[in-house]
């Protein structure tokens, strides 16, 4: 167990171990917490270079079938794409891969189909 300030001592973690995902749960309620994450998950989310899984505090507990990954399909995405098909061949789940285009068209989308 490690005790102190939040960000510090997660930040030195990170930096002196190998880490592949970090999983935080999420508290609160009401529209505030769908606007904003809390001090916390934002930090993780945008300061720390390692994927975050944020779960919130009244989520089903459940066995994951399925993964549902959301990319613009960047050449930086590759990486992301390889850990989220080792991640889905250790739970034995499928991928479901939703392509987020600024088109509006169809022909673009079904390209990828």
Do not use: C, W
């Amino acid at each position: 167990m490690i005790i102190g300030p939040f960000t510090t001592e997660l930040s030195r973690l990170l930096e002196h171990e190998e880490h592949g995902l970090l999983v935080m749960g999420t508290t609160g309620e009401g529209r505030a917490e769908q606007v904003y994450l809390g001090s916390y998950a934002a930090y993780a989310i945008n300061d720390l270079l390692i994927p975050t899984l944020l779960i919130p505090e009244k989520a089903a507990v459940r066995p994951i079938k399925q993964l549902v990954y959301a990319t613009t399909m960047e050449q930086e995405d590759r990486n992301i794409i390889q850990a989220v098909v080792a991640l889905a061949y250790l739970m034995q789940a499928m991928i479901r891969v939703v392509l987020i285009s600024s088109s509006e068209s169809t022909a673009e989308t079904e390209r990828y189909q």
